[in-house]
T-cell receptor
Framework: GNSVTQMEGPVTLSEEAFLTINCTYTATGYPSLFWYVQYPGEGLQLLLKATKADDKGSNKGFEATYRKETTSFHLEKGSVQVSDSAVYFCALIDPGNYGQNFVFGPGTRLSVLP | DADVTQTPRNRITKTGKRIMLECSQTKGHDRMYWYRQDPGLGLRLIYYSFDVKDINKGEISDGYSVSRQAQAKFSLSLESAIPNQTALYFC????????????????FGPGTRLLVL
């Protein structure tokens, strides 16, 4: 079946540090890939997405590139801020898997210190 | 106003009690979902509904039931709550729209934190 694996957290960085959160996936079809972010006390919200190989999703300074050859979708940001502290979820949707479309990774907690 | 709302936001109950969590949305989406979130396990799908007449079990439906009262409302019930149902519960909606499933995005409510004693 489909699955998403993320690097284990928590990740603690100083402000302005470079961020990478690794994500790899297993899918039988041709999935779309997503990063969702969950700020404290809130629900998940879409951060960025990519729908085909070599696509790059970007938003709020975050980027991730859909790498089919390595089945990866790593999240990066060049300079994190305290306000980026949150839990980040990698996810996929497999259009060929009716009903069980969305699969989420376990989440990676990021803490950014001033 | 929030597009996806959940009530209550927090609930404490005792083992064996029946409780209902409610979800309402104003996004006009046909598809609605219930997930639970546990530390280190991410989100796991409990039930989903692709329209008012369509209800499907997710990966962890045992001990739960749902009701889709209208396009905008999707309720989750715990018939007899047990302590290992203590978790954070999220409702979500989605709509593939004209772009199709490949572009589908889920929209989440703020969550209900449930504690079963």
């Amino acid at each position: 079946g489909n699955s998403v694996t993320q690097m284990e957290g928590p990740v603690t960085l100083s402000e302005e540090a470079f961020l990478t959160i690794n994500c790899t996936y297993t899918a039988t079809g041709y999935p779309s890939l997503f990063w969702y972010v969950q700020y404290p006390g809130e629900g998940l919200q879409l951060l960025l997405k990519a729908t085909k190989a070599d696509d790059k999703g970007s938003n709020k300074g975050f980027e991730a590139t859909y790498r089919k050859e390595t089945t990866s979708f790593h999240l990066e940001k060049g300079s994190v801020q305290v306000s980026d502290s949150a839990v980040y979820f990698c996810a996929l949707i497999d259009p060929g898997n009716y009903g069980q479309n969305f699969v989420f990774g376990p989440g990676t907690r990021l803490s950014v210190l001033p | 106003d929030a597009d996806v709302t959940q009530t209550p936001r927090n609930r404490i109950t005792k083992t064996g009690k029946r409780i209902m969590l409610e979800c309402s949305q104003t996004k006009g989406h046909d598809r609605m979902y219930w997930y639970r979130q546990d530390p280190g396990l991410g989100l796991r799908l409990i039930y989903y509904s692709f329209d008012v007449k369509d209800i499907n079990k997710g990966e962890i439906s045992d001990g739960y039931s749902v009701s889709r009262q209208a396009q905008a409302k999707f309720s989750l019930s715990l018939e007899s709550a047990i302590p290992n149902q203590t978790a954070l519960y999220f409702c979500a909606t989605s709509d593939p729209g004209l772009a199709g499933v490949q572009q589908e995005t889920q929209y989440f409510g703020p969550g209900t934190r449930l504690l079963v004693l």
